[in-house]
């Protein structure tokens, strides 16, 4: 598999002979406010910009999307992707999203709302684990914070979900979304045995709430779980209320040992694995 790093949550897969582009979030650096009520909610989003040509990024096979908050899909994304391409999202609730309209503006905290008429023809959802051109896709559960966290916010964290991706010719591979660790992840692991794991590890929070995907404590915890897998660090150094950089990220693999298990790109860095 080839796995490129195109900002925040944004990846390029080609798996299996197919090319997917996940969670695209493609506006221009600045482009939106900060998300209200996180961390660093002054800074805009993106906080940095694209370095891959638009039209590299959206020449693929398929898109998946494993939520619909605005740092995982948003205007620009609608507007550059076409419109027949096939579109896998998490449940029947965001592909109502997708398909209604693609033009989408961002509404309070980490919500978006959609206006104008264009839409997606072909969105499927990741319910009943589909199969595209001989790829499987297999929707496994995360979740966007502690209980705590959930209990108190679920209106504005919501459902999210991960994947494991397999293919005959290919390395088992789980993307865990925008998930901390959790019981979730840790039976995930344990039931799949993935050879590639993908986490979001940018450390974003919500203060008095904590963190919301995961932190350098987290990934630690992943590569115990799963020592023989190859660990790539996503979601980082993009968005407001991140709060672990790529730089700490490294810093803190170095000091545990583990920087021979961790992968950490940067935004245009591809890794084949």
Known sequence: MRIRQIRNATVSLEFGGIRFLIDPWLAEKDAYPGFAGTANDHLRNPTAALVVPMSEIVDVDAVILTHAHPDHWDHAAAEAIRPDIPFFTQHFGDKAL????????????LHVRQVDGKTFTDVRVLTGNPEFMGVKLKKVPGQHGSDVAIQNAYDLLQEVCGL???????????????TIWNEYVEANIAEYRPDVIIVNAGDAQIPGLGHIIMNCDDVARVCEAAPNATIIA??????????????????????AGLSHRVLVPEDGESLTV
């Open 98 to 109: 997708v398909s209604d309209a693609r033009s989408i503006v961002l509404d309070n905290g």
């Open 164 to 178: 494991v991706i397999s293919h005959p010719d290919e390395k088992t591979l789980y993307l865990a979304g925008d």
């Open 234 to 255: 996503s979601h980082m150094d993009a968005v407001n209320h991140g709060m672990t950089s790529r730089s700490q990220l490294r810093d803190y693999l170095q000091k």
